[in-house]
T-cell receptor, first 115, second 113 residues
Framework: ETGVTQTPRHLVMGMTNKKSLKCEQHLGHNAMYWYKQSAKKPLELMFVYNFKEQTENNSVPSRFSPECPNSSHLFLHLHTLQPEDSALYLC??????????????FGPGTRLTVL | QQQVKQSPQSLIVQKGGISIINCAYENTAFDYFPWYQQFPGKGPALLIAIRPDVSEKKEGRFTISFNKSAKQFSLHIMDSQPGDSATYFCAASISGSSYKLIFGSGTRLLVRP
């Protein structure tokens, strides 16, 4: 295992539901990321948190709301999603230092299906 | 200019053969080029990475070849095995101020026994 865990592993929700995805990293890293992986598309970076502060939001719709209460935990709150939001949502973490290279460690992902 | 173009989309190789996946980029500021391997039901895992100050890096059966002038890099898997069957992603990033990893679209490799 990579040291990054995600729950749940599978989630089916209706368009009017509210649910949350959870990510936890056990690597002592100071940066965490949410990615969306759809079929036949590159991994899409959604959000970046550095030392619990959001440093990047890649024009993600407001129906996705991230939360980072501490450097080990990251949540993605979901509400009023659309069927096209069905995808694998991946969490990653890395140790961000000024001169380092960005080796990111990924969790196994949450397979989300929106009905 | 932030894109990384990866080819082929899928690849079938016989056991023992060489698998070659190619990537190209435009942004000359990229200075870190990792390859990730993803098995079904798992997240991507770092396989091997290279910096532009070297033209080749080898780790076991996996080799990255880097051509700075052509802005291209490739992954070679020697003596391909059925256990290598996975999706491979190239990526690029800029160290220092920016930590975004720009991923290619992925190559699905199938190694036949």
């Amino acid at each position: 295992e990579t040291g990054v865990t995600q729950t749940p592993r599978h989630l089916v929700m209706g368009m009017t539901n509210k649910k949350s995805l959870k990510c936890e990293q056990h690597l002592g890293h100071n940066a965490m990321y949410w990615y969306k992986q759809s079929a036949k598309k590159p991994l899409e970076l959604m959000f970046v948190y550095n030392f619990k502060e959001q440093t990047e939001n890649n024009s993600v719709p407001s129906r996705f709301s991230p939360e980072c209460p501490n450097s080990s935990h990251l949540f993605l709150h979901l509400h009023t999603l659309q069927p096209e939001d069905s995808a694998l949502y991946l969490c990653a973490s890395s140790q961000r230092e000024r001169s380092s290279y960005n080796e990111q460690f990924f969790g196994p992902g949450t397979r989300l299906t929106v009905l | 200019q932030q894109q990384v173009k990866q080819s082929p989309q899928s690849l079938i190789v016989q056991k023992g053969g060489i698998s070659i996946i190619n990537c190209a980029y435009e942004n000359t500021a990229f200075d870190y080029f990792p390859w990730y391997q993803q098995f079904p039901g798992k997240g991507p895992a770092l396989l091997i990475a290279i910096r532009p100050d070297v033209s080749e890096k080898k780790e076991g059966r996996f080799t990255i070849s880097f051509n700075k002038s052509a802005k291209q890099f490739s992954l070679h898997i020697m003596d391909s095995q059925p256990g290598d069957s996975a999706t491979y992603f190239c990526a690029a990033s800029i160290s220092g101020s920016s930590y975004k990893l720009i991923f290619g679209s992925g190559t699905r490799l199938l190694v036949r026994p």
